[in-house]
Nanobody, 129 residues
């Protein structure tokens, strides 16, 4: 099993920034596909960003249209950690943010919930107007 733990959530004013962290266990973390999803109360969990190994030391990144230009996903394989830097936050970004992992190697971006095997418990992000 892969254990996934998120941290870094909190309260911020609109226009502010937060950085979320996700620590994951695993011997081959560097080849894991990692992603961030979010879920607001009463709404479906939705894709935010993903980073996947694409060979050698290269990685491919994809974002939801709603966060392009504002959010940035990155990883530190030495620490088995993935990050989500969130800038220019809006009230509609308010949600519980979840980190997800898939230990399988893929050649395409994975943006569906069912494509991930392991999930963290979530961290709350609240953006005031």
């Amino acid at each position: 099993q892969v254990h996934v733990v998120e941290s870094g959530g909190g309260w911020v004013q609109a226009g502010g920034s937060l950085r979320l962290s996700c620590a994951a266990s695993g011997r081959t973390f560097s080849t894991y596909t990692m992603a961030w999803f979010r879920q607001a109360p009463g709404k479906e969990r939705e894709f935010v960003a993903t980073i996947r190994w694409s060979g050698g030391r290269s990685y491919s990144i994809d974002y939801a249209d709603s966060v392009k230009g504002r959010f940035a996903i990155s990883r530190d394989n030495a620490k088995n950690t993935v990050y989500l830097q969130m800038n220019s936050l809006k009230p509609e970004d308010t949600a519980v943010y979840y980190c997800a992992a898939n230990s399988r190697i893929t050649s395409a971006a994975m943006k569906s919930l069912v494509e991930y095997d392991y999930w963290g418990q979530g961290t709350q992000v609240t953006v005031s107007s």
